[in-house]
C-alpha cells in the first residue's frame, strides 16, 4: 500500500513539475513548401494572426523564442522578426540597432561579438529585466520548424547571407522573407524560386511596379499598410482574383488605443474590411478578440 502511495505522489510531482515548454501548442507544421503555399492561398473568411516581433504580452521580451512560444500556447499564429549581425557576423535576433531598449546591455549590436552578447539579458515592454537570453536566428529557425512561420524583416542582416541561412536549414517551408521593393524579390527568387515572400506594396505605384516585373503571385501575402481606408479595396478586390492574402499591420496603428474593447473592435474591423493578416504587438489579445 505504501509503494503504490509513493508511487502517485511520484507521478503527480512529475506531471504537476511540467515546464511551460511541455504545454501543448497551437502549430503549423507544414511538410512541403507546396503544402505552405496551398495554407496561405486566399479563400474568403480566412483569419491569420501575425505576432509581431512575437509578443510584448505576459512580460515576454519582444523577437524571442520565448515570446513566439507563449502566443502559441494561446492561438495559432505566424511571426515577424528582425536578425541584426554581430561584430564576428552572427546573425541574431535583436530589433533595434542598439541593445538598450530590449536589454540590459547598452551601444550597438555590431560592436559587440555573439560571446559578449550571450551574458546580456533581454528586457519586457516595460523595461523589466527577464531571464531570456538574446536568441540567433539559427537558434529560432530550428526552434520554429514544424510549429509556425517566420517572416524575416529586413534590418542590417545582408540579403545574401539572409538567403544562406535559409538555405543552410533548408527552411523554405517555414521561413520567409520580408522585401520592399521588386529588385529585392527578384533576389531571393533568383536564389530559390521557392522562397516566399511577404511584400510590401502600400500604393498604386508599388502594385504597378510588380504588375510589371513577371514575378509570381502565388508564393507571396502582401502588406498593405497600418490601417483601415478606402483605398484598400482596391488593394484586396485585386489580390484576391491572383489568391494572395492581404495583411494589415496594426502595431504602429490600433495597437496604440488605450481602451482593450475599442482595440479588440478594430482588430475585428479589420478582417471585416477584407484583411486575411492581422499583424500586431498584441497577438493573444487578437486571438481572444475573435473568439
Not at 506594396?201 to 483601415?228: C, H, T, W
Not at 478594430?266 to 473568439?291: C, M, N, T, W, Y
Amino acid at each position: 500500500m505504501m509503494k503504490k502511495i509513493v508511487f502517485t505522489l511520484v507521478v503527480w510531482v512529475s506531471v504537476n513539475a511540467l515546464p511551460v515548454c511541455a504545454q501543448k501548442l497551437h502549430t503549423m507544421d507544414f511538410k512541403t513548401v507546396e503544402q505552405m503555399y496551398e495554407y496561405f492561398h486566399y479563400a474568403p473568411g480566412k483569419q491569420i494572426i501575425s505576432g509581431h516581433r512575437g509578443t510584448i504580452e505576459l512580460g515576454m521580451p519582444e523577437n524571442s523564442i520565448a515570446s513566439m512560444q507563449a502566443v502559441l500556447e494561446h492561438t495559432p499564429a505566424i511571426f515577424e522578426v528582425d536578425p541584426r549581425l554581430t561584430k564576428d557576423s552572427v546573425a541574431v535576433m535583436v530589433h533595434d540597432a542598439t541593445l538598450d531598449r530590449t536589454t540590459n546591455g547598452t551601444g550597438n549590436v555590431k560592436d559587440y561579438t555573439w560571446d559578449e552578447l550571450k551574458n546580456f539579458k533581454l528586457k519586457d515592454h516595460n523595461g523589466n529585466v527577464t531571464k531570456h537570453r538574446i536568441n540567433t536566428l539559427d537558434e529560432m529557425v530550428d526552434w520554429a520548424k514544424g510549429k509556425t512561420i517566420l517572416n524575416l524583416d529586413k534590418k542590417d542582416l545582408p540579403m545574401e547571407m539572409t538567403a544562406e541561412i535559409i538555405r543552410k536549414h533548408n527552411a523554405y517551408a517555414w521561413v520567409w522573407v520580408t522585401v520592399h521593393t521588386v529588385e529585392q524579390a527578384k533576389f531571393y527568387l533568383n536564389k530559390n524560386p521557392k522562397q516566399y515572400l511577404s511584400m510590401h506594396i502600400k500604393d498604386a505605384a508599388a502594385l504597378q511596379a510588380f504588375k510589371d516585373s513577371g514575378l509570381p503571385y502565388n508564393r507571396m501575402i502582401v502588406y498593405i499598410g497600418p490601417e483601415i481606408n478606402d483605398d484598400n479595396q482596391a488593394m484586396y478586390a485585386f489580390f484576391r482574383q491572383k489568391g494572395v492574402l492581404c495583411m494589415i499591420s496594426t502595431a504602429p496603428s490600433y495597437d496604440k488605443i488605450p481602451s482593450k474593447e475599442k482595440r479588440a473592435q478594430k482588430f475585428r474591423a479589420v478582417f471585416a474590411d477584407g484583411a486575411s493578416v492581422l499583424e500586431s504587438d498584441l497577438p493573444i489579445e487578437v486571438s481572444k478578440a475573435l473568439q
